[in-house]
T-cell receptor
Framework: AQTVTQSQPEMSVQEAETVTLSCTYDTSESDYYLFWYKQPPSRQMILVIRQEAYKQQNATENRFSVNFQKAAKSFSLKISDSQLGDAAMYFCASNYGGSQGNLIFGKGTKLSVKP | NAGVTQTPKFRILKIGQSMTLQCAQDMNHNYMYWYRQDPGMGLKLIYYSVGAGITDKGEVPNGYNVSRSTTEDFPLRLELAAPSQTSVYFC??????????FGPGTRLTVT
C-alpha cells in the first residue's frame, strides 16, 4: 500500500526564522508527484509546492522549498523567513502514477509561528 | 474564476436523513474528487471522476453516491446519514489528474 508519513504532529518557529517539516513516503511506483498543502484555520486546502519524482532539482516557490531525497523516500518542506500567516496545518501528499489522481495524505503537522 | 465552489458550508443532519453536497468548478477540469477529513487526520478519497459520465470509488465510498452529468458539477449524495459520516467534506478538481485544487469544504454533523 502507498503511504505518506509525517512524524511531527506539531512544530513551532520564531517569526523570521526557518523551519523544516518532515515527510516520508513509501511506494513502488516510478512515476509520482509529491505535494505540500497548507490548511489555515479557514479550512481551505492551499497548494504550497509540488515536486515531480523524475526531476532531480528541488522545487522552490518564494520562501518555500523542498528537500527531495528520492532514494531515501524523503520530502521535507523548508519555510524561510517565517511569517505569522504561515501558521497552519501542513499536509504532505503524494499522487502515484496510474491511480487516476488519487492523493494520499499524511496526518499533518501543525505549525505555530511566534511573534 | 471562482475556482471550486461547495455548498452548503455547514449542515446538521439527523440520523437517517439524506442530503446532497454540491460541488462546481469553472476551470474546465476533467478530473474531480470528493474527500472527507476526520479530526486530526489527512484527507481520504470517497469518489472521483475522470470526466462527465465516468465515476469510480475511492478508499471510503460506503454510504455515499455520486454522479457526473456535466464537466462542471460533481454532487455527492449521502443516503441514510449515520454519525460516522460526521466530517468535513472537500471537493477538488484537476486538469491533469495530478495537481488538485480544493474547494472551501463543507462541515457536516450527523446527530
Amino acid at each position: 500500500a502507498q503511504t505518506v508519513t509525517q512524524s511531527q504532529p506539531e512544530m513551532s518557529v520564531q517569526e523570521a526564522e526557518t523551519v523544516t517539516l518532515s515527510c516520508t513516503y513509501d511506494t513502488s511506483e516510478s512515476d509520482y508527484y509529491l505535494f505540500w498543502y497548507k490548511q489555515p484555520p479557514s479550512r481551505q486546502m492551499i497548494l504550497v509546492i509540488r515536486q515531480e519524482a523524475y526531476k532531480q532539482q528541488n522545487a522552490t516557490e518564494n520562501r518555500f522549498s523542498v528537500n527531495f531525497q528520492k532514494a531515501a523516500k524523503s520530502f521535507s518542506l523548508k519555510i524561510s523567513d517565517s511569517q505569522l500567516g504561515d501558521a497552519a496545518m501542513y499536509f504532505c501528499a503524494s499522487n502515484y502514477g496510474g491511480s487516476q489522481g488519487n492523493l494520499i495524505f499524511g496526518k499533518g503537522t501543525k505549525l505555530s509561528v511566534k511573534p | 474564476n471562482a475556482g471550486v465552489t461547495q455548498t452548503p458550508k455547514f449542515r446538521i443532519l439527523k440520523i437517517g436523513q439524506s442530503m446532497t453536497l454540491q460541488c462546481a468548478q469553472d476551470m474546465n477540469h476533467n478530473y474531480m474528487y470528493w474527500y472527507r477529513q476526520d479530526p486530526g487526520m489527512g484527507l481520504k478519497l470517497i469518489y472521483y471522476s475522470v470526466g462527465a459520465g465516468i465515476t469510480d470509488k475511492g478508499e471510503v465510498p460506503n454510504g455515499y453516491n455520486v454522479s457526473r452529468s456535466t464537466t462542471e458539477d460533481f454532487p455527492l449524495r449521502l443516503e441514510l446519514a449515520a454519525p460516522s459520516q460526521t466530517s468535513v467534506y472537500f471537493c477538488a478538481s484537476s486538469k491533469t489528474g495530478y495537481e488538485q485544487y480544493f474547494g472551501p469544504g463543507t462541515r457536516l454533523t450527523v446527530t
